[in-house]
């Protein structure tokens, strides 16, 4: 299985500030045919389902608010929150889809400072 | 409007046999993989497979494989995730979710979670 580790566990931000979070795969998740890196981003709110924010590493889903982004290649990613709201509050998940089982990261909570 | 709907919670006692359910509606069902992930009390996401509903084409986690079946009936659009002997480490909420395009994808559409405890 691919291992998927999570940077911080948790982080607390002042709102407006940036908020970094770090995803790293025990294997590369790009696939050759098509220079695609095999990586999504949720976000998860207590109660509430995960909710798909960027897939591709990097391309954000529809309706996303382009304060979310992601970067990186190979076994690095980062999923960055330029400036935080309130409403971003939740727990962040990684996850690869190159090779079954699709597997998450244990998941980055953020709060605010 | 695409949608994923669960049936309800569940309370069941150790040894029993449970089957829930995930409608998809507002897309073609059968052109989409289906998966299940499973969250433990405050816990994290733990993937359990995916299915093609087009022909039932089932991809399993060793991790949960012998465990759960999953299945679907593509002629009332639904997905089950069903569990022969149940155990109470199976107490958790169930997501189902749909894959966006295709096999190698991430999960776009997500249902609402069916909680499921087990309990003597």
């Known amino acids: 299985d691919i291992v998927m580790t999570q940077s911080p566990d948790s982080l607390a931000v002042s709102l407006g500030e940036r908020a970094t979070i770090n995803c790293k795969s025990s294997?590369?998740?790009?696939?050759?045919?098509?220079?695609?890196?095999?990586l999504a981003w949720y976000q998860q709110k207590p109660g509430q389902p995960p909710k798909l924010l960027i897939y591709?590493?990097?391309t954000r889903e529809s309706g996303v608010p382009d304060r979310f982004s992601g970067s990186g290649s190979g076994t690095d990613f980062t999923l960055t929150i330029s400036s935080l709201q309130a409403e971003d509050v939740a727990v962040y998940y990684c996850?690869?889809?190159?090779?079954?089982?699709?597997?998450f990261g244990p998941g980055t909570k953020v709060d605010i400072k | 409007e695409v949608q994923l709907v669960q049936s309800g919670a569940e309370v069941k006692k150790p040894g029993q046999s449970l089957k829930i359910s995930c409608k998809g509606s507002?897309?073609?069902?059968?052109?989409?993989?289906i998966g299940w992930v499973r969250q433990m009390p405050g816990k994290g996401l733990e993937w359990m497979g995916i299915i093609y509903p087009g022909d039932s084409d089932t991809r399993n986690s060793p991790s949960f494989q012998g465990q759960v079946t999953i299945s679907a009936d593509k002629s009332i659009t639904t997905a089950y995730l069903q569990w022969s002997s149940l155990k109470t480490s199976d107490t958790a909420i169930y997501y189902c979710?749909?894959?966006?395009?295709?096999?190698?994808?991430?999960?776009?559409?997500w249902g609402q979670g069916t909680m499921v405890t087990v309990t003597s």
């Open positions: 996850q690869q889809y190159y090779a079954t089982p699709f597997t």
């Open positions: 979710a749909r894959h966006r395009v295709g096999f190698s994808d991430a999960f776009d559409i």
């Open positions: 591709w590493a990097s």
């Open positions: 507002g897309y073609i069902f059968t052109s989409y993989w």
């Open positions: 294997q590369s998740v790009l696939y050759s045919s098509n220079n695609k890196n095999d």
